[in-house]
């Protein structure tokens, strides 16, 4: 059965349960997002995507633009609703979890999975944050 219009609104005003609209949630995300804040974040550490290649088969990198970096997310944030799953690249990470559809951009990052450190008598793991 489809969702009404009426009953979409409902949803996506929380009147009425159910998974809210993706244009509901992009625009709510993209509202509170400071892509400009990224856009100089990038600027300042000469963060390059590629662009594909010319025809000499030259790879063509560069800084994104704005609107770029806009497309981009939304993208990605398109992807992660229609697939219920988190999606990276370029920086970005969106994601769908328990009913809430998310964008995040980091410089940095580090994992907590222990490191195995073999010698020829004992095995020790290591974590990045003991």
Known sequence: MKTEINDQYSIDNGYAPGKKSFEYLAKSIGESFD??????AMLAVEWKWS??????????????????????AARLLKEAYDKDCSI??????????????YLLF?????????????????????????
């Open 88 to 101: 990276s690249t370029g920086g970005f990470s969106a994601g769908w979890d328990s009913g809430e559809l």
């Open 35 to 40: 892509f400009k804040l990224v856009h100089k």
């Open 106 to 130: 980091q410089l940095e990052s580090a994992s907590e999975q222990g490191i195995v450190i073999q010698d020829d008598d004992q095995t020790s793991t290591t974590r990045a944050n003991p």
């Open 51 to 72: 662009f594909g290649t010319d025809k000499y088969g030259i790879e063509n990198y560069g800084i994104p633009t704005l609107d770029t970096i806009k497309q981009h």
